[in-house]
């Protein structure tokens, strides 16, 4: 069996063979709250639960009686849906590097309606969003840029209509003297035939959708997202040009729509803005804008867990914080609103 350093299957078969059904998966949700032994979060008695031969996900506290679910305060409380149809989706959802659409998901798993998968999908994306996230930026210089995202449209004519601004910030890494496969030289890109990595990566990243460019805009996502001592590297928009005087260490220049200019000053937000753009359009055939800010939280929770993806499982599935998941209602008629990242 394949495992990853973290202790989690790293293959689809091996990920079969460690949740096979129902029950596995209720004993990883157990364990996981009680490593040690069941503790009823009411009375605060310790030993062994009733347990009920058809409501895996419930337990019994033995002395005041009180059932305790285990998929409560993640984004699975109150489903109907099987532990095991939840399970799969998160790991697909957080190791493939496409994503997962809804309809590839209902076809995948065996759902009769669309609607579950989608559902689903939705709820795992709010468990992708830290309330207590961290700023990014310090020692690493930061990119920030906006761009315009739309969605396709029927009867509207050729083109992308309905267009948004989505204003993004990344970090710009440098690896370390001596890393495995690096790049010593920025004109080296192979050694004995063999691709080498970049001596300047992509590190944290953060995509929000805004309303408009203005400058109290670009400067709320900028305190709201970057530290303080962070140095900023923009074009030439206006709506950046008091972030000197507001004590940030910031490098603007126009670029003019001169692509070698742009490739670089500002290499690694447009290679973000260029790999979301393509994966909006490739996986999810467009995206309306009511949703468009958890399709954000998606690529960049992915994005940001790359290296490591087989974390994000707890995660999506709202173990490791209480996350709050949208309702069906909610998710339809516009009424939830997305969190941002």
């Not at 004993?27 to 040690?36: K, S």
């Not at 305060?73 to 799969?88: A, G, I």
């Not at 005087?245 to 692509?259: F, K, Q, S, T």
């Amino acid at each position: 069996m394949t495992i990853d350093p973290r202790g989690f299957p790293t293959t689809l078969p091996d990920f079969q063979k460690v949740f096979p059904d129902d029950r596995a998966c209720a004993a990883y949700l157990e364990q996981l709250r009680w490593p040690e032994i069941f503790c009823c979060p009411k009375c605060g008695t310790s030993g062994e639960p009733f347990r009920f031969k058809n409501r895996l996900g419930v337990l019994r506290c033995r002395f005041c009686r009180v059932d305790v679910s285990l998929t409560a305060q993640t984004v699975m409380d109150h489903t109907h849906t099987p532990l095991s149809t939840w399970f799969w989706a998160a790991y697909l959802i957080t190791t493939q590097t496409p994503g997962e659409s809804a309809l590839q998901f209902q076809r995948q798993l065996g759902l009769s309606r669309y609607e579950t998968a989608y559902q689903i999908l939705h709820k795992l994306r709010s468990g992708m969003v830290r309330p207590d996230r961290d700023t990014i930026g310090g020692e690493h210089t930061v990119e920030v840029d906006e761009t315009l995202i739309g969605g396709r449209t029927r009867g509207e004519g050729h083109g992308v209509h309905h267009k948004v601004y989505v204003i993004g910030a990344v970090e710009v890494r440098e690896r370390k003297d001596g890393e495995d496969r690096s790049s010593e030289d920025s004109h080296d890109s192979h050694k004995d035939g063999i691709p080498l990595k970049k001596r300047t990566y992509a590190g944290r990243v953060r995509l929000q959708v805004i309303k408009d460019r203005k400058t109290a805009t670009c400067e709320r996502f900028i305190q709201e997202n970057l530290r303080p001592d962070t140095r900023i590297k923009t074009d030439g928009w206006t709506g950046y040009d008091r972030l000197g005087e507001l004590g940030w260490p910031h490098y603007g220049l126009a670029l003019n729509a001169d692509p070698e200019l742009t490739q670089e000053h500002l290499p690694m937000i447009h290679l973000v803005f260029s790999n979301l753009k393509s994966w909006i359009l490739g996986t999810h055939h467009g995206i309306s804008q009511q949703h468009l800010q958890a399709y954000l939280n998606e690529y960049t929770f992915r994005f940001n867990r790359r290296f490591y993806p087989m974390t994000s499982f707890n995660s999506v599935l709202g173990l490791a914080a209480h996350a709050v998941p949208p309702t069906y209602n909610g998710l339809y008629s516009g009424e939830w609103k997305h969190p941002m990242t």
